[in-house]
């Protein structure tokens, strides 16, 4: 698969395509499908699969891709801000680079691709074989990594207080997870459903670094960029086990990130405090992972997914309502109030101030 | 430069990846003339009316920076919040600027 999907920039309403999607023929579908994959209106997505998943079968595509595999293209910036010039250097299956941000990218789009499709065969960001595209080299000390819609952008640190950011597989599960999310939930990104939306790369993103270790969740350690501060050995951005306690640097200052609602940070910073207080959701799904056990992704995860999934969660999503959604996720999934898992997620919840 | 009002400019940095806030306040009156005038230079450049004008709330990304900045000269006063894709080129060399003086060497 070369470049973008090759589709056709229909002016048909997402709806009209739904219906070609339900009752077209193969080739019509397949057409119909993959406009709507990459048709900017994220609703359309959600009611795409939500199409597909009553339907059964996942995958109505077959001659585009059979899933399974990640198509990954790594560029270039040259250290300017301008993506659009930036250079290709790896493209899907070529050898290592030599070049430590451009092959950690592409190991790490590997590994995120790889979590999402062997624990919940989801094929890419848009569950449609999307390619990964990861640009290096961005900018001049720039520190500082994001996805800016379609892509990830990564900067190489100034070196004396930040390292490069793709130093941390699971900085580039965060990354990609926000594609996931703004495909799935499209949670606001602003105060709690903004900081929902940090927590859910942060767990998707500890997930990725979890499954490429083969890590159980009491073997974890639970940490998000961790090696990313510069000289500082043991110290991380963010700690999923103990919330405040990732960081004490003499220049940078202390954690802030608070581990129960009785500490939420009231902020107009950092978009209403969405990096600080996605401490309290990060912190229940470490609780419910690791009173669950086993491999955080199959359970406590499935949950975390599923329930991001869940077409009732709204965009403006408080904490209280995304809590009373994994409880209903984990009862859909099979496990009743009296199972070990209910109750694991119900206690998280809990612990971190929201009683359900 | 004499004679010109001293330029005041408090910046906050917020969110990125990190989440983490940098904070850089500036008085000309108080820096050598080259490091002042620089600054100027830099103020100079910035759209500060088309700033306010295009930007409705500051655009939220994933993991891009917050922008909160206050300008004052003599009776101007220019107060943004912007999201990092929202600052202008003009507007970033005088960002990037303040948050160098802002990181300790």
Known sequence: ?356 | MTGEDPIHIDLERSGGFAGMSLRASVDTSRLPPDEAGTIAELVDRVDFGALAAGAGAPARAPDRFQYDLVVRRGKERHALSLGESQVTPELRSLLDHLVALARPR
Request: proline residues 4%; charged residues 25%.
């Open chain 1, 1 to 356: 698969m070369t470049g973008h999907h090759h589709a056709i920039r229909c002016i048909l309403p997402p709806d009209v395509l739904e219906r070609v999607v339900l009752h077209g023929d193969e080739e019509e579908r397949e057409r119909a499908l993959r406009t709507l994959a990459t048709d900017q209106s994220l609703r359309s997505v959600r009611a795409q699969n939500a199409i597909l998943q009553a339907q059964g079968p996942r995958r109505l595509n077959p001659h585009v891709t059979e899933g399974g595999t990640p198509v990954r293209t790594v560029l270039d910036c040259g250290h300017t801000q301008d993506p659009a010039r930036a250079r290709i250097v790896r493209t899907e299956g070529d050898p290592a680079t030599g070049d430590s941000a451009a092959d950690e990218a592409y190991d790490g789009l590997g590994a995120t691709y790889g979590l999402f499709w062997n624990a919940y065969e989801r094929d890419s960001i848009d569950d449609n074989g999307l390619q990964l595209k990861g640009y290096v080299h961005y900018g001049d000390g720039y520190d500082n990594a994001f996805w800016d819609g379609q892509e990830m952008i990564f900067g190489d640190g100034d070196g004396r207080l930040f390292n490069r950011f793709t130093i941390s597989v699971d900085v580039i599960g965060h990354e990609l997870t926000h594609g996931v999310t703004e495909v799935e939930a499209s949670l606001v990104y602003y105060r709690q459903p903004g900081a929902l939306n940090e927590s859910v790369s942060d767990v998707f993103g500890s997930l990725v670094k979890q499954h490429a270790l083969g890590q159980e969740a009491d073997e974890a350690d639970w940490l998000i960029g961790a090696g990313l501060i510069a000289d500082a050995p043991g110290q991380a951005l963010r700690s999923m086990k103990a919330p405040g306690t990732a960081y004490d640097h003499p220049l940078l200052g202390k954690d802030g990130q608070p581990a129960h609602m009785r500490d939420y940070v009231q902020t107009t910073a950092d978009n209403g405090g969405v990096h600080t207080n996605s401490g309290i959701p990060n912190h229940a799904f470490y609780l419910a992972a690791v009173n669950i056990g086993g491999y955080a992704w199959e359970r406590a995860g499935r949950i975390w997914y599923d329930a991001l999934r869940d077409q009732r969660l709204q965009p403006t999503a408080q904490f209280r309502t995304f809590a009373r959604t994994t409880l209903r996720a984990t009862q859909r999934l099979g496990f009743d109030t009296a199972s070990t898992e209910y109750k694991a997620v119900h206690e998280a919840w809990a612990q971190v101030g929201l009683k359900l």
